[in-house]
Nanobody
Framework: QVQLVESGGGLVQAGGSLRLSCAAS????????MGWYRQAPGQERERVAR???????HYAGFAKGRFTISRDNAKNTVYLQMNSLKPEDTGAYYC?????????WGQGTQVTVSS
């Protein structure tokens, strides 16, 4: 069984920063990639950023230049540093773990950016 525990969400003013963390534990045999997704009310879940086992990163267009994804392989933890936050960044942020045996989601952490 695999568990993902996210933290770091909260309320921040526009222009502020937040750092999300997601720690994976349990029966993890091989991590292919970890990523962050977000979902605003009434909208579909969208990918924010992804980092694979080799350290290659991919960002959604809205995240480029403002968000940075990183990993601590020893801790099976992925981070998302979010700077210059905008009200449209508001939503639930989910961590996703991709392994050879399938993928897993965290429970989500709420990010609210006030104008």
């Amino acid at each position: 069984q695999v568990q993902l525990v996210e933290s770091g969400g909260g309320l921040v003013q526009a222009g502020g920063s937040l750092r999300l963390s997601c720690a994976a534990s349990g029966s993890i045999f091989s991590i292919n990639a970890m990523g962050w997704y977000r979902q605003a009310p009434g909208q579909e879940r969208e990918r924010v950023a992804r980092i694979n086992s080799g350290g290659t990163t991919h960002y959604a267009g809205f995240a480029k230049g403002r968000f940075t994804i990183s990993r601590d392989n020893a801790k099976n933890t992925v981070y998302l540093q979010m700077n210059s936050l905008k009200p449209e960044d508001t939503g639930a942020y989910y961590c996703k773990l991709e392994t050879n045996r399938g993928y897993y989601w965290g429970q989500g952490t709420q990010v609210t950016v006030s104008s």
